[in-house]
């Protein structure tokens, strides 16, 4: 159904400068309606715009904008946000954890309206049941088919094997699907439409909404987990009371708690993931010491696409722990951390303005004088100073971040990035996105009116002419889909190319002869290489190959206009030009050879290398390069897809049947 149009008083977050989006949202809401009253045939297209429009409506409308804390596990996450606020345990939102994954829930943290603290559980929905019983049962590698007893039983018998090694999954995982499953069976009614939610006491929080018990004396273990309710929780949203102690925060944010990847099985990492598309900005919190995560980057590889391309004003970087960072990461080491740092933010194109660096435990000794570590942590943080103190002068960005880390800890300048910063920040980026996504829309509005208007008046030749065209564009696709032999074709030639750079590389008897530094600087050297080589391949083997054998094929159709182009053929010259420019959006999910995962672990002081040596890393260099020629074949062949398929949809459209009345 059509939506209302908007004004500027139902959408809170919004500034009167921002009119202009509002205006932007009416003139496409009012445009969906006229075409629906006019073109009665455009029903089911419209539709789905219509459920487009809402979602830009929902984030136009939101009372607060959702910026979620992010990490693996032991990151720091809970730890840091309760000290942002200047709250103690008794009062703090979160639970602090001690290494182990403690979130085990997505925490929506608010301050409240009325200054006192509450605590609200809504649990799901049978689809996000459905969806969330399947996904583990992915995880745990079972089929989904089956009902929950059939499934208890195939469990029991998955467990036996995992545990004699006989077949692959991680204990945890099968454990948390079988307590789901007995948890569906025992508390069925709290999975409903809509979401049913209850209040809890606020002094229950942790124990409601973490892994384990809080208060068990030291060394004991925790009890074997029980069906539970909590099995079936989607959200937990806490408001938290802004006492005379805490820091005020500012009330168009919203904090989401997300479970720490990497630590309980698959399931945390679900939670998070999934949760991901509802968030407008992210606060990534790494260990110091472990720049080079994989869970950070799954994190960053999902939040992009998300973002639409805009993630320099939405994403940050928050690196805990500082204290941790052992002398082969600081100055005058080769390659030091702060070199780390600017090649990640360089790989995932974040400004370096984007980093906090942050030290907990000083903060707080220094803040609350507990367990007086403060003397032994000032003296290893003054160590760093006079270590950190000559790299300023080559990445003078990072002198505030770290000049924070001496004064407090860091945390009064990511107090500062959150109560003035990041609202602002991420408010525009939203506006920006919406008004993107909303210009997007008309234009597709537009052209489905246009379409019709052209079919109304087609005759029966153009009619036959783009019956001929809809038909051989949807075999093609097809045969995309089910034969992809220029896919297979590219691939090949790609990893060859990219294989005679390898054999010009440095010779197998002098890699040899290096240690493994000298590997690591040798991987530097020869990724820069392919990666140049891999810009030249892409565009003769695989690109010009696969837009190429298309274009062989649509040349010979009967002239059909189509994505404004006056034949089929011409337009696909056209999105062939558009995607070999190099400023082509899609060519930012490109993989790419610098890794800098590969040697961190193995060059560090007093590590064991476990045999790893010449041949091991010239077979890693080689498994790289097959990695890369098809993620690179496979995403041409994507694009190539969705090409085709805007031609085929728009030809579809011109042949269009009405339904009889």
Same mark, same amino acid.
């Given at each position: ?15 009167? #400068? ?26 089911? =297209? ?14 136009? +409308? ?17 730890? !840091? ?18 290494? =182990? ?73 099968? =454990? ?61 949203? +806490? ?27 698959? %399931? ?51 690196? !805990? ?55 032994? %942590? ?37 107090? !500062? ?6 609202? %602002? ?20 509005? %537009? ?92 565009? @003769? ?18 002239? @059909? ?46 590590? =064991? ?50 339904? #009889?009345?």
């Amino acid at each position: 159904m059509p939506l209302a149009t908007l004004t500027l008083a139902e959408c809170p977050l919004l500034r009167p #400068a921002d009119k202009l989006v509002i205006d932007d949202y009416n003139r496409v809401a009012e445009l969906n309606a006229r075409l629906r009253t006019q073109y009665p045939v455009l029903a089911e =297209d419209l539709t789905k715009a219509e459920a487009e429009l809402a979602n830009q409506r929902g984030k136009l +409308i939101r009372d607060a904008y959702r910026v979620g804390f992010l990490g693996t596990t032991g990151a720091g996450k809970s730890t !840091t946000f309760n000290n942002i606020l200047g709250v103690g345990k008794d009062d703090s939102p979160a639970c602090a954890g001690q290494g =182990d994954a403690t979130t085990s829930a997505v925490t929506r943290l608010r301050p409240s309206k009325d200054g006192k603290n509450s605590l609200q559980l809504r649990y799901l929905t049978p689809v996000q049941y459905r969806q969330k019983r399947a996904a583990i049962c992915g995880a745990v590698k079972v089929g989904a088919a089956k009902d929950d007893a059939e499934l208890l039983v195939e469990l029991d018998a998955h467990r036996a094997a995992v545990h004699a090694g006989k077949a692959d999954g991680l204990q945890k995982d099968i =454990d948390s699907l079988a307590l789901t499953l007995r948890s569906y069976q025992s508390h069925k009614s709290y999975v409903r439409e809509p979401a049913f939610s209850e209040s809890k006491e606020y002094v229950d929080r942790f124990n409601l909404l973490n892994h384990n018990p809080i208060d068990l004396p030291p060394g004991q273990p925790p009890p074997p987990p029980k069906p539970s309710a909590l099995y079936l929780l989607r959200e937990a949203e +806490i408001h938290f009371g802004m006492n005379s102690n805490a820091v005020p925060f500012p009330r168009e944010l919203e904090m989401i708690d997300l479970p720490g990847l990497g630590s309980q099985g698959a %399931v945390d990492s679900l939670l998070t993931l999934d949760f991901l598309a509802d968030l407008d900005g992210a606060l990534i919190f790494l260990r110091a010491d472990q720049l080079s995560d994989a869970n950070a980057e799954e994190i960053l590889k999902k939040l992009k696409p998300i973002f639409d391309g805009r993630w320099s004003k939405r994403i940050w970087i928050i690196a !805990t722990k500082f204290d941790g960072l052992a002398d082969e990461h600081l100055p005058p080491a080769t390659r030091s951390w702060f070199d780390a740092l600017s090649d990640f933010l360089a790989r995932h194109q974040l400004p370096e303005g984007n980093v906090t660096v942050v030290c907990n435990v000083l903060y707080k000794d220094l803040t609350f004088g507990r367990d007086n570590h403060a003397p032994d %942590v000032l003296r290893v943080i003054n160590l760093k100073r006079s270590r950190t103190a000559a790299v300023f002068a080559r990445y003078p960005k990072y002198s505030a971040a770290i000049d924070a880390v001496y004064d407090d800890g860091g945390i009064a300048r990511l107090r !500062t990035l959150l109560t003035q910063t990041l609202a %602002v920040q991420v408010g525009q980026e939203v506006v920006a996105a919406v008004r993107l996504r909303l210009a997007d829309l008309e234009t597709g509005l %537009v052209r489905m009116e246009q379409l019709e208007q052209r079919r109304q008046k087609m005759g029966a030749q153009e009619f036959a002419h783009a019956q001929t065209c809809r038909t051989e564009v949807y075999r093609h696709l097809i045969e995309l889909t089910r034969r992809p032999v220029a896919f297979e074709s590219a691939t090949a030639k790609l990893a060859e190319g990219l294989v005679q750079v390898l054999e010009k590389s440095t010779p197998m008897d002098i890699l040899r002869e290096l240690p493994l530094p000298g590997l690591a600087d040798d991987f530097a050297t020869t990724s820069n290489a392919l990666e140049k080589q891999f810009k030249v391949l892409l565009e @003769v083997e695989v690109l010009h190959s696969m837009y190429g054998l298309v274009a062989e094929r649509l040349k010979v159709l009967p002239e @059909v206009a189509a994505a404004k182009q006056p034949t089929v053929f011409k337009a696909w010259e056209h999105f062939q030009d558009d995607d070999l420019a190099e400023t082509a959006s899609w060519r930012q999910r490109l993989p790419t050879f610098r890794d800098d995962v590969l040697f961190v672990r193995l060059t560090r002081p007093g590590v =064991d290398a476990y045999g790893f040596g010449a041949a091991e890393y010239r077979a890693l260099v080689e498994e790289k390069i097959r990695q890369v020629s098809e993620q690179t074949a496979h995403l041409v062949r994507c694009q190539v897809r969705s090409r085709l398929q805007t031609i085929e949809q728009e030809l579809a459209a011109l042949i269009r049947q009405p339904a #009889a009345p």
